[in-house]
C-alpha cells in the first residue's frame, strides 16, 4: 500500500512539474505581440517617392538622412522617420544621441507609408554641431521576425535663436 501511495505522489509531482513547465513556456518565455506593436504615433506621410525602377518585394528601400537641424532651446525636432509606403516590411526607429549614450526614441513598429514626425532631444542642448545615430530595424509584416537593417550617423545642428 505505501508502494501504491508513492507511486501516485510521484506522479502527481511529474503531472505538476509538467503543468508547470508548459505555463512558464506559454506566459513568460514566448514573446508576446504586444512587444512588437504598430506605433500608435505613426502618422500617413507620403514624402513623393518614386519606387526604384527594378525594385522587387522582396528589397527594402531604407532612408537616409543628410541633417537635422534645431533651434537652441527646442525640445523637439522636426523628422520625418518614415517608412516609404512600397516597403513591404514595419520598421522600427532607434535614435540616439552620440555625446552621452542617451536613446532619445525608440520607435514602436512603423507600417509602410507612415512616419513618426517628430523626435525629443537631449535637454540643455548647446549650440553647435553633434550627432545622432538613427538605426532602422525591420521586421517581417506577417510574423514580426526581426529581419536587417541599418544605420546613419547624422549631424544634428543647434543654431542659436
Known sequence: ?????????????????????????????SPSEDV???D???VGYN??????????SHQVALPGFSEIQVK???????VALANPSFNKVYFK???TFNETGEIL???????????IKEMPLPKNLSVGKHTVTIAIKTYDMKTKAALNGG???????????
Not at 537652441?72 to 522636426?78: F, L, R, S, V
Open 93 to 95: 526607429y532607434i535614435v
Open 151 to 161: 544605420s546613419n550617423q547624422t549631424p544634428l545642428i543647434v543654431e542659436s535663436k
Open 72 to 78: 537652441e532651446g527646442d525640445k523637439m525636432a522636426h
Open 36 to 38: 512588437l506593436k504598430e
Open 47 to 56: 514624402p513623393n517617392l518614386k519606387k526604384p525602377k527594378d525594385f522587387t
Open 1 to 29: 500500500m505505501k508502494k501504491k501511495k508513492r507511486i501516485v505522489i510521484l506522479i502527481i509531482l511529474i503531472l505538476f512539474c509538467l503543468l508547470g513547465g508548459i505555463f512558464a513556456w506559454f506566459f513568460i518565455s
Open 105 to 115: 526614441l525608440e520607435t514602436d513598429l512603423i507600417a509602410p507609408g507612415k512616419a
Open 40 to 42: 500608435t504615433n505613426a
